[in-house]
Every structure is written in C-alpha cells, then in structure tokens.
C-alpha cells in the first residue's frame, strides 16, 4: 500500500511537471514559448533583427522537449514498461545534440581576440556593421567609428571590411564543422558512442585581430 501511495504521488508530480513544460512551449507569455519563434520568423521576413536569441531559445525548447521525454520513461516505468534500447538512444542523441548547439554558441567557438581581449559580433551585427561600411564608403569616408561594451573602435574602411569578412569566414568555417558533428551523432547507433561522442574538435583556431591587423 505504502508503494503504491508513493508511485501515485510521484504519478501526480510527473504529470504535473510534464503539463507545466508542455504549457510553458505553448503559452504566449511563456519566455520559451512559440510565439517568439514567431516573431523572430515575422522580423525575418521584414528584414529586421531578431528580437529574441534564436539559437539559445531553440536550446530551451528542445530541453523542455528532451524533459517530457525522460517523464514519458519514468511514467512507463511505473507502469512496468521499460524504455526500448532505440527510445534511450533516441535521447541520447537529442541530449548530445543539444550539447553541440551549446558549444556552437558558446564562447569556445564565437569570439576572437581585439586589444587584448575577447569578443563577438554574430550575424546580424556583422549585417549592420557591413551596412555602416558600405555607406561611409559611397560618401567617401575612409574611416568609422563603432562602439561595442561601452569601447570605441576606429578602424579604415578596409580593415573594418578585412575583419568583417574574416570573421564572416570564420562563422561559416565553424558552421560546417557543427553541421558534421550534428550528422556524425544522427548516424551512430549506440549509446555509448554517442555519450563518449567528442564534438569539440575540428574547429578553427580563434582568430586574433591583434595579430592580422599589425601587418595591414
């Protein structure tokens, strides 16, 4: 009796949590919810800025996403069904994919060096900084100024547009090495390759502005 009390409370408090997570993908005041996947699609499609962090919100979801999947098992497991050997390895891919978009966003991969110090600028900055560019460039300026962290940096027109470029390079170089660990994981077959999996090897040597820019 006494079993069977504590597998009914922990019943109630998995459904419980599973309802909170499916509600917390759905609603639309939710911080994960899919009204901001929305509205990152609308200001898309507007040519505006993202308004929320695509790539961290994605890494939300599929947690909350990759948590109902463990409360599925659990409740199975109260029921006496055991998880198949392909329902683990299903998760443990996901869970390793999520591990790869966290490294992939992460400052092990998205910084470079400028005066000493760490920094990043993703896609969308990189947009507007190569709009400045190509405006004071079509007035005839020959020099901009830009601020990041409360630090000026002014720079010619061309090397602005050198480190623009070598970091857009950079970007895609360490895209496509993400996008190989991505399909390297889909394609194993068992769990433990897939938790020994080491995704953060291949990419690029950071680079250093301190250093490609003394020669410029």
Request: hydrophobic residues 35%.
């Amino acid at each position: 009796m006494i079993n069977e009390d504590i597998n009914f409370d922990k019943r109630n408090a998995l459904n419980a949590e599973k309802a909170q997570l499916m509600s917390n993908l759905a609603e639309n005041t939710s911080p994960i919810g899919d009204w901001k996947i929305m509205k990152i699609y609308e200001a898309r499609m507007k040519g505006a800025e993202d308004p929320y962090d695509f790539d961290e919100l994605t890494l939300q979801r599929q947690a909350a996403r990759d948590r109902i999947q463990d409360i599925n098992i659990e409740l199975n497991k109260l029921d006496g069904i055991e998880p198949t050997e392909e329902e683990l390895l299903t998760l443990a891919k996901s869970r390793k994919q999520n591990d790869i978009t966290e490294y992939d966003n992460s400052a092990n991969v998205n910084s470079f060096i400028i005066y000493g110090e760490p920094m990043w600028l993703n896609f969308d900055q990189r947009s507007r900084l190569m709009a400045s560019l190509e405006a004071i460039e079509a007035d005839g300026g020959t020099e901009m100024t830009k601020t990041f962290a409360g630090r000026e940096y002014t720079f010619s027109t061309a090397q602005w547009r050198f480190m623009i470029n070598t970091v857009e390079n950079y970007a895609s170089a360490c895209k496509n090495i993400t996008d190989e660990h991505r399909e390297s994981v889909s394609e194993l077959d068992n769990i433990e390759s897939v938790e020994v999996y080491d995704y953060t090897v291949g990419y690029p040597a950071k680079i250093n502005f301190d250093e490609e820019l003394s020669n410029f």
